[in-house]
């Protein structure tokens, strides 16, 4: 049985089904290891207690955001803010300038528009979209193919709580890395970060709602649809309607229904004592969204 090590300590097992993941429900120590920095069994520590502070979010006299932990010196161009040990929502701060700043807790939103983020992430208008038609809720699971910068995991693991689970497959180690740190930032306790190509996933991993968020999505949705729990939601982002056409071309042939392609778009208002009009340069097309739920008798195989 493999084992994590937190700094110099062996503690408890770390995933039952790989060895190459983070899992970071409660009954697990929050750490992460990556195949390839470290050799099999030796497993490093990437994450000291310092990552697992919980993130704040400190927002300057202007307006201006900025993602904090207790005790960090932030420097500003308005001046240095010291963070106190023990910050809570609502205190008030002055840099060494004189400027003001306030602490507020981090929305998801916050948090997301300030963390690392080493790939693309869907827009916040798609993973609403997805959230709402997945129906996702309380005690779901979901699979998640192209952990990227873990965006879509936090949102997934804030809709299906406690009792529910994330498994995210990533498989680029630095890239992995980074989501672990991103998602243990922002303290979800339900999400299970594996460091490998999703289609090594375990075969009895079943899904709620399976969404693929890689290049090529067409190639994953037969190993999608043998993974689902009956009528759970297949989602797949595709940038181009071409692959976006061919995910819903494979998803009716494996016998799937309610299959269908849409886009979300969505148009920022610019509001002037001169009048209100749509912002001149904003971002006009976001990806396709091709969904399908899954029937039990035509799942076929898994992997
Ligand atoms: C667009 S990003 C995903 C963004 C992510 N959903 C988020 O919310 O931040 C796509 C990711 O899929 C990963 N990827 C590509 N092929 C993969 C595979 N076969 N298994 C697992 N991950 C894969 C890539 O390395 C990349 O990081």
Redesign the pocket.
């Known amino acids: 049985m493999p084992f994590l090590r937190i700094g110099h300590q062996i503690t408890k097992p770390i995933s039952p089904y790989r060895k190459r993941s983070i899992n970071t429900g409660s009954s697990w120590p929050l750490g992460c290891c990556c195949p390839d920095q470290t050799p099999p069994n030796k497993l490093e520590k990437l994450e000291d207690a310092a990552a697992m502070k919980r993130r704040l979010l400190l927002v300057d006299e202007r307006g201006t955001k900025h993602l904090v932990r207790e005790g960090d010196r932030l420097e500003t161009d308005i001046g240095i803010f010291n963070l106190p040990r023990r910050a809570s929502p609502g205190t008030v701060l002055r840099s060494h300038l004189g400027r003001t700043a306030f602490v507020l807790e981090p929305s998801i939103r916050d948090y997301?528009e300030r963390m690392p983020?080493?790939?693309?992430?869907?827009y916040f208008e798609d993973?609403g979209f997805v959230l709402a038609f997945a129906g996702l809720r309380k005690g779901q699971t979901v699979v998640?193919?192209?952990?990227?910068?873990?965006?879509?995991?936090?949102?997934f693991s804030q809709a299906v709580g406690p009792a529910g689970k994330v498994h995210?497959?990533?498989?680029?180690a630095d890239?992995?890395r980074i989501?672990v740190g991103?998602v243990q930032g922002f303290g979800c306790r339900n999400v299970e970060l594996?460091c490998?190509?999703?289609?090594?996933k375990p075969r009895d991993l079943r899904a709620d709602l399976f969404?693929l968020?890689?290049?090529?999505p067409s190639?994953?949705v037969d190993l999608a649809n043998g993974s689902m729990k009956p009528g759970g939601m297949i989602c797949a982002?595709a940038p181009f309607v071409e692959e976006g056409a061919r995910c819903v071309r494979k998803l009716k042939a494996l016998g799937c229904f309610e299959v269908r392609m849409l886009e979300v778009p969505h148009r920022d208002y610019e509001v002037s004592s001169h009048g209100t009009r749509p912002k001149t340069t904003q971002t006009v097309h976001t990806g396709y969204l091709a969904f399908a739920r899954a029937l039990p008798l035509r799942q076929g195989r898994a992997d």
């Open positions: 997301v983020r080493p790939t693309s992430i869907p993973i998640e193919a192209g952990t990227g910068s873990g965006a879509c995991a936090l949102y995210s497959f990533e498989i680029r890239i992995h989501a991103n594996v490998d190509d999703v289609r090594n969404f968020d890689l290049a090529s190639r994953y982002f």
